[in-house]
């Protein structure tokens, strides 16, 4: 997908009378779409090369439209898909032995309860892609014949469509509480830490979240009087958390069932169909003074302004990178001399077995060298942090990521030398942040 800069402001504004929250940005004009390659070498083994295939506007175009399109088919597909495992738990079921089914006899009315979530679950997927194609103020996807067809979506769009269901569970609900605290709440009392609000203007403080996900942390951040954006690359993502950001508003109006794609691990029948209710706080009730946006599109692309942030926070982010060191390097850039990098999360890399995809999978320890010759100072280390994501509490299987958390602090004086840097003398040998104007100073940090 390439960059969009769209404004959920100015859509906002054509749906609804109310005032909007959040501002949206899809970077499309700033987009180069990049594609992997695989070439061959001398050798008889393939060499994976990074290569930048340059599209015409035109191209670039329809190839975001049609990755567009095929993310909302995967919405409107869902019914259809999980239906499937419906049916064909119904006829394992009609395959048993009379004997075995009388054994058994509620498992077709939990299959009827099963397939009535689903269809709840189709009308809120509906609801969240309802008018998206209108939601970036500079890219419109509109387009009749498109609208029409219905194409069966892959199984790893499905896949990404009930993580995102679950998402919801994470960021947007009660049940999430417990989670967001033992992820969100490091990084925001990290922030409070740093930056004080008696100290400083938060509202100057410019806080960037890469890969927000369904925008909670960011929001909470902007909550705070930060000011904060979001960012975003996936479809799946972005229009969900469009919906919950400026399109829900009354607390815990809706209804989602995330656990019914869950066959197995279940203690109870029920446990598979059990509800969760959302948004479990009104995300319109920012104070009108906050200043919070979401941007879509690849961080690597979006983010090339140097110098320009206070502080980025990374929460389960970093792991997504085919190489993260070319993160390390846009976060270096981007971060304001002074600036902090706060990071929480495991390295559970995306990209890892996928073919022909570039994945350089590093320890924790080869990345803290690397964040050391770069130039940080790493200030806060925390190497076990215990934490789950979209945690299903009732299941019998349950995943638990010990988590690196950790703050680094870009210095404020640096020379740039070739792709690393050196510090200024004098700031190396000041403690670490302790000569920062920025944390001496009582006002802000622009
Ligand atoms: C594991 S999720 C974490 C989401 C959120 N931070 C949280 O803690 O719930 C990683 C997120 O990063 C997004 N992402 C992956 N690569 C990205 C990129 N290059 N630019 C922006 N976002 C990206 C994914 O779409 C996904 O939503």
Redesign the pocket.
């Known amino acids: 997908m390439s960059l969009d800069c769209f404004s959920l402001d100015e859509t906002f504004r054509q749906h609804s009378a109310r005032p909007s929250i959040g501002r949206f940005c899809a970077a499309a004009d700033m987009a180069e779409i990049t594609r992997e390659a695989v070439t061959k070498g001398d050798q008889d083994e393939p060499i994976l090369h990074k290569e930048k295939i340059k599209y015409t506007p035109e191209e670039e175009a329809k190839l975001e439209r049609q990755h567009f399109w095929r993310v909302i088919d995967a919405f409107r597909y869902y019914r259809v898909h999980v239906q499937e495992q419906v049916n064909r738990a119904e006829r394992q079921y009609r395959s048993l032995t009379q004997r075995h089914q009388l054994l058994l006899p509620s498992v077709l009315s939990n299959l009827t309860r099963l397939s009535q979530c689903v269809d709840h679950n189709q009308e809120v997927l509906h609801a969240i892609v309802h008018n998206c194609m209108h939601m970036f103020e500079n890219m419109e996807y509109g387009e009749e014949d498109d609208l029409k067809k219905l194409r069966p979506p892959s199984t790893f769009d499905m896949d990404k469509l009930k993580s995102t269901i679950k998402?919801f569970v994470?960021?947007w609900s009660e049940v999430g509480q417990a989670e967001r605290d033992t992820?969100y709440l490091p990084i925001i009392r990290e922030i409070q830490r740093l930056f004080p609000s008696d100290q400083y203007d938060v509202s100057k403080l410019s806080v960037l979240v890469?890969?927000?996900?369904l925008g909670r942390?960011a929001w909470e951040i902007a909550r705070l009087g930060y000011m904060c954006q979001g960012?975003?690359?996936?479809f799946f993502?972005l229009f969900s958390s469009n919906f919950v950001l400026n399109r829900c508003e009354k607390v815990n109006s809706l209804i989602l069932y995330p656990w019914i794609h869950q066959f197995s691990n279940n203690k109870k029948s029920s446990d598979q169909t059990r509800s969760i209710r959302f948004p479990d706080i009104d995300p319109q009730s920012l104070p009108t003074t906050s200043d919070f946006s979401m941007v879509a599109g690849?961080?690597?692309e979006v983010y090339t302004e140097p110098d320009s942030w206070d502080c980025v926070a990374t929460?389960?982010?970093i792991d997504?990178a085919h190489n993260v060191l070319d993160y390390l390097e846009t976060i270096w850039k981007i971060l304001k001399p002074g600036g902090v990098w706060i990071n929480l999360g495991p390295l559970l890399y995306h990209f890892e077995n996928m073919a022909n995809e570039v994945s350089i999978e590093l320890s924790y320890e080869d990345i803290r060298s690397a964040i050391i010759k770069y130039g940080f100072h790493l200030e806060v280390e925390r190497e076990s942090v215990q934490t789950t994501y979209t945690e299903n509490d009732r299941s019998m299987l349950k995943y638990v990521y010990d988590c690196i958390f950790f703050v680094a602090r870009k210095p404020a004086r640096v020379y740039t030398n070739g792709g690393g840097c050196e510090e200024d003398d004098h700031a190396c040998s000041s403690p670490p942040c302790a000569k920062s104007p920025r944390r001496e100073g009582g006002s802000g940090l622009t």
């Open positions: 998402q994470r960021d992820c890469p890969g927000a996900g942390l960012n975003e690359w996936s993502m690849d961080f690597l929460c389960f982010f997504t």
